[in-house]
């Protein structure tokens, strides 16, 4: 009988505007050096929101506002059982030359066509897709 569990993460579409242009960051995941988002698990003494700014320091190296619209949540199946994951938008306001994960992830600006092009996940190339229209109310 094997084991499963659910549980609960969070992420971020670290965003800024550039000469007029929304643009939209993403990073390589460590293994499969795929573009995804900032994500992590949700720690016990953080929100959502706050653990996933965290995570956004940590693997990204940007600080972002603390204003956010929670853009919607997918589930991912993983080996050891159920995540669910709830991505928040994030602008940001500083990116730093030094962060933790910094030697062992890229990271860089798109276009927000581009980077929805550039995820390999559906749901979230639909929230970089729906942010321009979430963050301009």
Not at 91 to 118: H, M, S, T
């Amino acid at each position: 009988m094997k084991l499963e569990f659910n549980f609960n993460q969070s992420g971020v579409i670290p965003y800024r505007k550039k000469s007029g242009e929304l643009q939209i960051l993403l990073i390589t995941s460590i293994k499969r050096k795929k573009w995804i988002l900032p994500k992590g698990y949700i720690e016990f003494n953080l929100s959502p929101f706050e653990s996933a700014k965290k995570e956004a320091y940590e693997e990204a190296g940007v600080i972002g506002a603390n204003e956010t619209v929670e853009l919607g949540s997918f589930m991912m199946n993983r080996s050891i059982g159920h995540c669910n994951i709830k991505i928040f938008s994030m602008e940001v306001i500083e990116v730093l030359d030094e962060y933790p994960e910094k030697n062992v992830r890229k990271r860089k600006w798109f276009p927000v066509k581009e980077a929805a092009e550039n995820v390999s996940i559906p749901e979230v190339s639909s929230m970089i897709l729906s942010l321009e229209g979430v963050i301009s109310k």
